[in-house]
């Protein structure tokens, strides 16, 4: 660190302790060559992103998004709200911890609509259908026959025949 006196480049801690808050190491410390004395404060340096959005705006990086549309796709369907939870948790940790400034919009998107293929296949169409911005009936059909190619877990296969009964 460097002296705010002489600016001698190596400074000594002579002390050093958590700040009231927690959120921060108080450090004393002393310069060896004009024995200037001064504070420090060591923080975690939080990097929010920013997501770049399609009509090429930037907002902060919004976990609440990620959980809104998860529940408006989850809607009314068997998914718990821990579940919803470990999905927002994922996407979120990935994206806050790839240390990306700047984050387009469509890759969040693109992650949910894989979390969701994996989680319910309803739940995935009705994301889909907003998120792709389905223009007909015709777009709608590819991307369900996309879907039916996939092979269903065995759990949506028995909810599948009951519902065709």
Do not use: H, W
Request: charged share 40%.
């Amino acid at each position: 660190m460097k002296c705010p006196g002489c600016g001698y480049i190596d400074t000594s801690v002579i002390d050093s302790r958590m700040s009231k808050d927690g959120l921060a190491i108080r450090r004393r410390r002393e310069c060896p060559k004009c024995a200037t004395r001064f504070t420090t404060y060591e923080r975690v340096e939080n990097i929010i992103p920013m997501v770049i959005k399609k009509d090429n705006r930037r907002e902060l990086f919004d976990r609440q998004k990620i959980k809104q549309g998860l529940l408006k796709a989850c809607e009314k369907r068997p998914i718990s709200m821990d579940t919803i939870e470990k999905v927002v948790d994922r996407i979120a940790k990935k994206y806050e911890d790839a240390a990306e400034k700047e984050i387009p919009a469509s890759d969040i998107g693109e992650e949910i609509m894989t979390e969701l293929k994996e989680l319910d296949k309803v739940a995935y169409v009705r994301f889909a259908s907003v998120y792709r911005d389905f223009k007909d009936i015709s777009e709608f059909m590819d991307e369900l026959q996309g879907l039916l190619k996939t092979k269903l877990t065995p759990k949506e296969a028995r909810s599948s025949k009951k519902s065709r009964k």
